[in-house]
């Protein structure tokens, strides 16, 4: 069975960074693009960043280019969010979620269960 | 960028009634779309890919079309267990954008 847990969410101060971790397990990691997506409390879902299997292929949302960085370690089959200068629009659930293939480009299936970031003074 | 408009963004129904969801891209996207259900307080569940093919286990009252620009998501008949917040998804190509979302009630 496939499963994706998060980790590393909590409270941080705007400016501040936080990074996220993402353990997979139940599948092939090196086979498969990952991604994160956020939900903002109430709010609909958006695509954050994706990540191809061999770190190859790389995108961002615009919201969020040039301050998170997202990365992969296929020896330990863990997925990074690396966020630096969070700002409180940030705040979100943020969702691990597995690729169809090893292409960036591709819909989203499972997710994990969510960490929460809560970006605030 | 490619925007993605779903519409309504709620509905109301009752048991048993045919329920239509539409997702529209603001450039074609050929028919790379997917269709996400989530239940409150739970995370998303893939539905549809490619438009029309339902991912397994998906029960067969649920039903995509369309291609290009215009996309539906069919209930074709709604039960209680439907209720639920659904979500278009592109991905001809990076962004992967979501649409803004369709609250089902009954």
């Known amino acids: 069975e496939v499963q994706l847990v998060e980790s590393g969410g909590g409270l941080v101060q705007p400016g501040r960074s936080r990074r996220l971790s993402c353990a997979a397990s139940g599948f092939t990691f090196d086979d498969y693009a990952m991604h994160w997506v956020r939900q903002a409390p109430g709010k609909g879902l958006e695509w954050v960043s994706g990540?191809?299997?061999?770190?190859?292929?790389?995108d961002y949302a615009d919201s969020v280019k040039g301050r998170f960085t997202i990365s992969r370690d296929n020896a330990k089959n863990s997925l990074y969010l690396q966020m630096n200068s969070l700002r409180p629009e940030d705040t979100a659930l943020y969702y691990c979620?597995?690729?169809?293939?090893?292409?960036?480009?591709?819909?989203?299936?499972?997710w994990g269960q969510g960490t929460l970031v809560t970006v605030s003074s | 960028d490619i925007q993605m408009t779903q519409s309504p963004s709620s509905l109301s129904a009752s048991v048993g009634d045919r329920v239509t969801i539409t997702c529209r891209a603001s450039q074609g996207i050929s028919n790379y779309l997917a269709w996400y259900q989530q239940k409150s307080g739970k995370i998303p569940k893939l539905l549809i890919y490619g438009a029309s093919t339902l991912q397994s286990g998906v029960p067969s009252r649920f039903s995509g079309s369309g291609s290009g620009t215009d996309f539906t998501l069919t209930i074709s008949s709604l039960q209680p267990e439907d209720v639920a917040t659904y979500y278009c998804?592109?991905?001809?190509?990076?962004?992967?954008?979501f649409g803004g979302g369709t609250k089902v009630e009954i």
């Open positions: 990540i191809s299997w061999n770190s190859g292929s790389i």
């Open positions: 998804q592109k991905y001809n190509n990076a962004p992967l954008t």
């Open positions: 979620a597995k690729g169809r293939s090893y292409g960036l480009v591709n819909w989203f299936d499972p």
